[in-house]
């Protein structure tokens, strides 16, 4: 018998183990932040622990840095050993939000294989979809407050008066990456290997496959809901 609560896939060792799969601009931080406070797992983004090992100067930074630096993936048994690493912590107890993280189906494969000596797997894997050209339209209307970092977006989240920020005048700005040029190749690089790791979970059953282009609660509540139904 399955628990309700839990889902079809929940690990034997009762912790839960959820994937964040979406394009840059479909919403995953957001949904993320809200999920690991919904559910108390933690959330595990692998560019972040990446930068911040940079930052730390650690051993992991370094084995990471000139692959980071070159915008190639550091290889899989680094980023695994880090994941692993971050999974045996206390604050992963009752599991984790993997986010950015497997990015290629031999990732995926390997994540399980690693998982399934622990008597784990995933649970779920929550894909937030969004069509490209709203993707595009959504990273395109950032700007950002260059003095005191306060981010707005001129359609959804615009300052009071256009162009400047609300804390301090300053002019926004918009960051080299999110232009819809480089939005476009950053998105063009992401998706193929993306629908390659969502068909290799897809072929599990496990995929829970969500309009992004909802409004935040909607998507939060619809993912919330599916993890409850056991879907
Ligand atoms: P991100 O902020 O997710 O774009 O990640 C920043 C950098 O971290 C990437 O350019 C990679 O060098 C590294 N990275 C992030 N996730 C992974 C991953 N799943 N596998 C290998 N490298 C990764």
Redesign the pocket.
């Known amino acids: 018998m399955t628990d309700p609560g839990r889902g079809p896939a929940a690990s034997s060792t009762g912790r839960r183990i959820l994937l964040l799969v979406g394009s840059v601009g479909a919403g995953k931080g957001t949904q993320a932040a809200a999920l690991s406070r919904e559910l108390g797992l933690m959330h595990l983004?692998?560019?972040?622990l990446?930068?911040q090992a940079l930052r730390d100067g650690s051993q992991l930074g370094e084995q990471?840095r000139a692959?980071?630096e070159?915008?190639?993936?550091?290889?899989?048994e680094i980023?695994i050993g880090m994941f692993m690493h971050e999974l045996s912590q206390p604050a992963a107890a009752r599991g984790a939000i993997l986010d950015?993280?497997?990015?290629?189906v031999a990732?995926a494969k390997a994540l399980d294989a690693t998982l399934a000596e622990r008597g784990e797997q995933i649970e779920r894997v929550i894909s937030i979809e969004v069509p490209v050209e709203e993707l595009v339209a959504r990273v395109a209307g950032r700007r950002v407050c260059p003095v005191c970092g306060t981010p707005y977006h001129v359609a959804g989240d615009p300052p009071r008066v256009p162009g400047r920020c609300d804390n301090d005048g300053a002019e926004l700005q918009q960051r080299d990456d999110d232009r819809p040029e480089v939005v476009r190749a950053r998105l063009a690089k992401q998706v193929m290997p993306m629908l390659e790791v969502l068909e290799y979970y897809d072929q599990k059953g496990i995929v829970q496959h969500v309009d992004g282009r909802q409004p935040i609660e909607a998507v939060t509540n619809e993912i919330l809901e599916g993890l409850r139904a056991g879907w």
């Open positions: 983004a692998s560019g972040n990446f930068r990471a692959y980071m070159r915008g190639d993936l550091v290889p899989d980023t950015g993280f497997p990015r290629t990732q």
